[in-house]
């Protein structure tokens, strides 16, 4: 999936959760996309997305971006950007 527009929002919350544009880039890359509600997405790392991560990235991000994950609109912006703290469900 191709990262397109990231909303103001979305951009306070990389920086105060200390995100760097390359982890979102890299979350897009190789995260997975599941259906959440009213027609938003949301992108994350599954193990497989996880396995790939960890041949091309060192382990100190890895660590730290194995838990994001970031909710879609729509139109595909990028509307909030987070790390998980339950599990992500799968509909």
């Known amino acids: 999936m191709k990262l397109g527009i990231v909303s103001s929002h979305a951009r306070m919350s990389m920086k105060r959760r ?3 544009p390359q982890a979102l880039e890299t979350l897009f890359a190789y ?6 509600s009213h027609g938003s997405r949301v992108v994350y790392f599954s193990s497989e997305g996880r396995a790939v991560l960890s041949k091309s990235a060192p382990a100190n991000q890895i660590d730290r971006w ?4 970031a909710v879609l609109d729509p139109q595909n912006e990028v509307i909030t950007v987070g790390y998980r703290t339950n599990r992500i469900r799968r509909h």
């Not at 194995?66 to 994950?69: A, I, S």
């Open 66 to 69: 194995v838990g994001m994950y």
């Open 31 to 36: 995260g997975r996309v599941e259906h959440a």
């Open 18 to 20: 200390g995100i760097p």
